[in-house]
């Protein structure tokens, strides 16, 4: 199963790059960032996974001019994405609140 949360912000800069950045992602919220951006790729890219019980992973997408951030949380083997989902919108809202204009879920 794939699910969309589209992060629409305001501010100047890269929000996944805050992310991505962020010593607390790891520490406090229980999400390690794994990759980084690879050339060829047309938007800044990272890729998120849990440190905790939640399974799946976060790829998250930046648009600068836009202003979003398009992150795409995929599970397998009939896992649930609730638990990866909560905990990286409770880091978002925690860190990133005062930027955060709308966040909207969509499943795929």
């Known amino acids: 199963m794939q699910t969309v949360i589209q992060v629409i912000t305001s501010g100047r800069g890269s929000l996944r790059n805050k992310i991505m950045s962020d010593p607390q ?5 229980k999400l390690v960032p794994t990759e980084h951006q690879r ?4 938007h800044g890219w990272a890729k998120i ?6 399974h799946g992973v976060i790829n998250l997408e930046w648009h600068g001019r836009t202003g979003v951030l398009i992150c795409r949380v995929v599970t397998k083997l009939g896992h649930k994405p609730h638990s990866i989902i909560g905990d990286f919108i409770d880091y978002l809202l925690a860190r990133h609140q005062s930027r955060i204009l709308a966040i909207h879920i ?3």
């Open 49 to 54: 996974h849990s440190a905790g019980d939640a």
């Open 25 to 29: 992602l790891e520490r406090k919220f």
């Open 39 to 42: 050339p060829g790729r047309p």
């Open 106 to 108: 969509m499943r795929r």
